[in-house]
């Protein structure tokens, strides 16, 4: 079974940045779009950022544009998510993901794999 393995979550001061990681278990998800996800309080599960198999297409959700970068490693089987000037409303649980079809990703919000989460607090 493939794994997806979430880190650099934390808690960083409104303005701050961070960097969260996805590690994936197995090779053939270099075939794969790869997404990432957050769930806050109270709040459904949304999309963030996409990236195709490549790197050379991606999207985002409009309130993090210009703020996150999404981009992967094939080479290492990572997938990455910077995120500048950090706002209170960007904390939650993020979410790596893995789907074939970006557009699965990005508009319908599923997957053929998900991490089980990292925990984003950012304090006022």
């Known amino acids: 079974q493939v794994q997806l393995v979430e880190s650099g979550g934390g808690l960083v001061q409104a303005g701050g940045s961070l960097r969260l990681s996805c590690a994936a278990s197995e090779r053939t998800l270099r075939n794969y779009a790869m997404g990432w996800f957050r769930q806050g309080p109270g709040k459904e599960r949304e999309f963030v950022a996409a990236?195709?198999?490549?790197?050379?297409?991606?999207y985002y959700t409009e309130s993090v544009k210009g703020r996150f970068t999404i981009s992967r490693d094939n080479a290492k089987n990572t997938v990455s998510l910077q995120m500048n000037g950090l706002k209170p409303e960007d904390t939650a649980v993020y979410y790596c993901?893995?789907?074939?079809?970006?557009?699965?990703?990005?508009?319908?919000?599923?997957?053929?794999?998900w991490g089980q989460g990292t925990q984003l607090t950012v304090s006022s």
């Open positions: 993901a893995a789907h074939r079809d970006i557009l699965a990703l990005k508009d319908r919000n599923v997957a053929s794999r």
């Open positions: 990236i195709n198999w490549s790197g050379g297409l991606t």
